[in-house]
T-cell receptor, first 115, second 114 residues
């Protein structure tokens, strides 16, 4: 069965620090990969996604993620975090191609950025 | 400009008392999903509607039902809630079920079963 593992459950950083959140998935076939973010009091929203092409994908607000197929990883990065990046971050995968719409989520990482 | 709306945002019910959660969307999307997210766990898909076609996940308890009377609305019915059904319930929509589709989430309904 597919599964997604996010290594860090709670990360605390100071503003301007660099961020890397780990995500590994378990699935033998082709997948599409997503990072969703949930800001305090708001709904889950898409940060970025990968489904083909350049394994380094750029998302909103300066975030990027790199798909490393050999490591089954899709780590999220940002060179310099801001206080407004405080949120919960979810990695998710879906088998591809497919038509089930079934996203498999990781448990989430809570990021707290200190001003 | 809310796109996926869930009501109520918070719901308290008693053990065994049926409860209905509502989701509506202004995106005219074909697909509507219901996820359950328990505390400190990943959101887990319960079922989805592709247009009028209902698709249940194999491990979704029979206690959970859904209705989609039209494109805009979808309901989650919990017939006899147990304490273990305390969770956040997330509704999401997408234009299609393809693997590259983005899902758009509502704010969730936090359900507490006492």
């Amino acid at each position: 069965a597919q599964s997604v593992s996010q290594h860090n459950h709670h990360v605390i950083l100071s503003e301007a620090a660099s961020l890397e959140l780990g995500c590994n998935y378990s699935y033998g076939g082709t997948v599409n990969l997503f990072w969703y973010v949930q800001y305090p009091g708001q709904h889950l929203q898409l940060l970025l996604k990968y489904f083909s092409g350049d394994p380094l994908v750029k998302g909103i607000k300066g975030f990027e993620a790199e798909f490393i197929k050999s490591k089954f990883s899709f780590n999220l990065r940002k060179p310099s975090v801001q206080w407004s990046d405080t949120a919960e971050y979810f990695c998710a995968v879906i088998s591809a191609p497919g038509n089930t719409g079934k996203l498999i989520f990781g448990q989430g990482t809570t990021l707290q950025v200190k001003p | 400009d809310a796109m996926v709306i869930q009501n109520p945002r918070y719901q308290v019910t008693q053990f065994g008392k049926p409860v209905t959660l509502s989701c509506s969307q202004t995106l005219n999307h074909n697909v509507m999903y219901w996820y359950q997210q328990k505390s400190s766990q990943a959101p887990k898909l319960l079922f989805h509607y592709y247009d009028k076609d209902f698709n249940n996940e194999a491990d979704t308890p029979d206690n959970f039902q859904s209705r989609r009377p039209n494109t805009s609305f979808c309901f989650l019915d919990i017939r006899s809630p147990g304490l273990g059904d305390t969770a956040m319930y997330l509704c999401a929509t997408s234009g299609d079920r393809g693997s590259a589709e983005t899902q758009y989430f509502g704010p969730g309904t936090r359900l507490l079963v006492l």
